[in-house]
Every structure is written in C-alpha cells, then in structure tokens.
C-alpha cells in the first residue's frame, strides 16, 4: 500500500514544546517512521522519561542492530526529507565507579636500615644538645675560711652612707689632672662641701669591727657603684689641699686613709668588683704618696710611721690566689641557685641571676669552664710573665656557632671570665707601685736622716731602712735606681727599660712607671 504523500511541515506548522515560545524546534522523534508506529503507552513512557528530572548518567548499552526499514518507492525518494542519525529516546546513565582496591608494596629491608639509622642520629644529636654532664669535684676551690656568726654588722650601711653623701664635683674637667695641680680655691671649695662624706669615711676606717666574710655583704654590690672614682678623687684632693695648708702629717694619714680602705675592700669576697675597687684604691693613695714625698720634709721616725702603715696595706699574690676559690663559688652560686649547696644568706643579691633565655644552656658544663679557669689562674698568678698582660685561659673552648650543643653557656663563660682574666695584671701594676712607694719611702727616710743620697738601694737595707729591698715583679730582679736623675722606675708590663718616665700623675705609664726622689729638696738637705 503506498502510502499518500504529506508535504513537509515549516518551523512555523511545528507544535512548540511544552514550557517553551512558539518558535521553539520540533522533536525530531516525529520524524522517526519506528517512533511513529511505536505503541501508545511505550511513548507515554519515553515522554515521560523525556520530561522528568535528569536521572544519572548510565553506561551506554550495546549498540543494537537497527532494523532494516524497506527502501520507498523511487517515485517519493525525492519528496520524504532524510532522517537524522538520532540516538534512541532512552537517556543515558554512567554508574558511579567503585574504588580500586590499595595495592599492597613489600618494603625492604635497606628502608629499614637506612629509616633506623636516621632516627637513631636524631635521637644522638638530641642526647648530644640536651644531655648535661655531672660536675667534677671542686674540693680544691672551696674557701678555706670560716663565716662571720655575728647577728649583725654596721659596716654595709656605712659603706653606703659614705657613698650617698659625696657631693659631685660642679667642673667635671678636674678629673683630667690630679688634685695636687688644682689651684687652691678650688681644692678649699670641694674640700669643704664634701665634709660630711669625708666624716662619713673616716668613721667607717675607725670602725675596728670590720667583717668582711659576714653574709650582709652579698646583699647588694656596694663596690659596683660608679660613685666610686669621685670618692677617691676627693680623699686625694684632701691630702693635696691639706699639703698646700702646710699639714703634711695630715696629708700624709690622707693618702694612708686610701691605702687602707683598699686593703679593706681585698678582704671582700661577695663580689669580684670589691677586689678591683681595691686595687684602684692601692693606686690613687700610691700616686698620692708619690707627690707628697718628693717634697716632704716630715723627720725620719713619722716617715717610718707612715711607711709600715702602707706597707702592711700592700696587695699580695697569696690573696688574690685564695680569693679566686671565693670568685669561683661566686659564679657557682650564679649558675645553680640554691642548687650550689652555699648558705642561702649567701646566695647574690638574694637572688639567682637570671640565664641567658637560650634552650640549650648547660649549667654544670658551663660551670666546669669556670673550675678549669680559675684553677689556670691560680696557677699564672704566681708566674711574673701573667703580671704583664691578660691571661690567655687554655683548654677553654672558644665561642663556636649557635648550632653547637651549650654554645649558649660558652658565650656566657666567655663573657664572665674575662673580668678575671684582666686580674692579673692589674695585680702586678699594684705591686709595682707598692714597691716603687716602699723603696722611696726608705729613701727619704734615708736623706732625713743622714742628710745624704743613698748610691745604691743596697745601702738602704745596710742603713736598716729597709729589711729586704723590694723586687720588680715582672722580673724578681731588684728595681731601677738613678742617683743622677733622682727617678726610681721598673721596667713595666713590657719587660724593657728606657730609664725611667716620668709622668703625672705619677706611675701612670703601666709601661715604665716611674717615682721621682726630689734632688731639688735633696740637695738642699746635703
């Protein structure tokens, strides 16, 4: 039967898709010959399939062989329009994948080994930052006196009513040049405005009960105060305005005033500065008794007054030796706290000092470094060649980069022990000067009384002037004397003489120091 033929329909004669304008397209299942012969409710079923929600995308099903449709006749090949490849009216939906089982890897044995010796390197290199070796014994740098029992001492408080009563000086050029080159207004106006702290020392020198291993000196460091310098400026300016009134025994008790307050302060273990404090005061009473005696003319039996009072306040290398084990346990309290084993009274400041805010601070390797010090510096104290310079610390370890294990603690010790290091030497000035003061203390003892100019120091001993003539220290050899220029000198810390120079204030070349006799007034007493 053949079938008429339907002309083709426009976009216009199309019926629109529901939802959408009238000019939207046809479905193209109206051009399908099969979907037009399809049975009524298989096509209710693909539309509504067509219209509800997208389902999930399926694998697409096999391809099926579509069924042979029979050529038309030739005579409408030519009026039935083509039909498109269309795939069927099904929709596609893709299942979701399911996920692929792990695969399962043997390791081997060479991960193993190599993921253990990492962690056992890790493990070593912890151990070798956090691990804290145990101390040594220290038996031999314990002290060896015995503490003050008395309730309670008055030296401390007047100690540090003598400091806060020093008036400053108003022209701060007068510290350029000693008080015996002031001129004499000058000296009459500090003198007399600094009474009461001049009151203030003398009666702390006449107090008999001194107590310098009492636990109240580790209260607070007295000797670190910078009011220090103008105190011993003043006692020197004292001794200088004392002399230009024609006082001389006054001046001279002055100038011991100083020398006595040093020896006071080297009895003083709390705190390494009073040692340095000492020897700065051993230094302003020998130049000022330098000045004095060049121009002296005091009989022979107060010249030897004056002469055994500063002897006996002379420094010495035994107690800088023993003061090094109170130095050290100084240190040890700073590190340990109470943990140091020292009297609680004792402890710095009452107070542990604070560490460096590093992790890997170690503090019995770094207070190892400080026994290894102390004990090389008992040791180079004795030696004159340490009395020139700075003590070079051996076996110490330098400061290494911050990676190393207790590099902290090695800055730490590097920067403490270098205010030990310097002691030494400043030692060996001090006994210099004691020294050249002693021998010309003899000398002008010597002109007082025999109306004469010792040859040589030798003869001093034989006039009994002196019972051993003072040594240099840098060389145990006897010092240098010059009849002809009047000058005693010692070679200094550079171990050559140049005859002798003189400087002013006296003895303050550490390379020559250097007193002058006073031809001048010994001629005049020949």
């Known amino acids: 039967m053949i079938r008429p033929h339907t002309p083709p329909q426009t976009p216009a004669d199309k019926p629109a898709r529901s939802g959408e304008g009238g000019g939207a397209w046809r479905s193209p299942w109206g051009l399908d010959q099969e979907w037009q012969d399809a049975p009524a409710a298989k096509k209710k079923r693909y539309v509504e399939e067509d219209e509800s929600e997208p389902a999930p995308r399926r694998p697409a099903p ?24 269309v795939a069927p009216p099904s929709r596609l939906v893709t299942a979701p994948r399911r996920p692929r089982a792990p695969v399962e890897r043997e390791v081997s044995w060479s991960t193993l080994v190599i993921l253990s010796m990492g962690m056992l390197a890790f493990v070593f290199i912890v151990w070798q930052y956090l691990d804290d070796p145990a101390l040594g014994a220290d038996e031999d740098l314990r002290l060896k006196r015995p503490v003050d029992q008395a309730l309670a001492i008055q030296t401390p408080e007047k100690l540090r009513k003598f400091l806060d009563s020093i008036v400053p000086f108003e022209n701060t050029a007068l510290y350029g040049k000693p008080p015996w080159l002031w001129d004499t207004p000058t000296l009459s106006r500090i003198v007399q405005s600094s009474g009461a702290a001049l009151d203030n020392l003398r009666d702390l020198l006449e107090d008999a009960d001194w107590h310098p291993t009492h636990a109240a000196w580790h209260a607070i460091d007295l000797c670190n105060d910078p009011r220090w310098h103008h105190a011993l400026r003043l006692k020197q300016a004292e001794a200088a305005y004392l002399s230009r009134r024609m006082q001389e025994e006054e001046a001279f008790t002055a100038a011991i005033d100083l020398a006595e307050l040093g020896w006071r302060l080297e009895q003083i273990w709390a705190w390494p500065s009073c040692y340095e404090r000492s020897l700065e005061a051993q230094a302003f009473a020998a130049q000022t008794l330098a000045d004095l005696l060049r121009q002296t003319k005091l009989p022979e039996a107060t010249l030897r007054q004056y002469q055994r009072q500063f002897n006996v306040c002379q420094p010495s290398v035994e107690m800088l030796e023993r003061a090094m084990n109170a130095f050290y346990v100084y240190e040890k309290k700073l590190i340990l706290g109470p943990r140091s084993g020292e009297l609680l009274d004792t402890m710095p400041g009452g107070v542990q000092l604070q560490r460096p805010g590093r992790l890997f601070f170690k503090p019995k390797e770094t207070l190892q470094h400080f026994a290894t010090a102390f004990r090389q510096l008992k040791d180079d104290v004795k030696t004159p060649l340490a009395l020139t310079s700075d003590v070079r ?47 010309l203390f003899a000398v002008r003892r010597c002109i007082a009384e025999k109306k004469t100019l010792p040859g040589t120091l030798e003869q001093l001993r034989t006039f009994n002037f002196l019972l051993d003539v003072p040594v240099d220290p840098y060389t145990g050899a006897p010092l240098q004397y010059s009849l002809a220029r009047g000058l005693i000198w010692s070679v200094g810390n550079d171990l050559k003489s140049s005859g002798g120079v003189f400087t002013e204030p006296p003895m303050n070349d550490a390379t020559e120091p250097t007193v002058e006799i006073g031809i001048a007034v010994a001629g005049v007493a020949k």
Do not use: W
């Not at 096999?62 to 005579?75: C, F, G, I, R, W």
């Open 62 to 85: 096999l391809a099926k062989a579509k069924p042979t449709v029979p050529a038309p006749p030739a005579e409408f090949v030519e009026q039935v329009a083509p039909l498109p490849n």
């Open 393 to 439: 610390l051996k076996d110490i370890p330098a400061v290494e980069g911050s990676y190393q294990p207790n590099s902290a603690g090695r800055v730490y010790f590097n920067q403490r022990s270098k205010q030990y290091t310097r002691l030494p030497a400043l030692l060996g000035q001090a006994r210099a000067r004691g020294n050249l003061i002693i021998t």
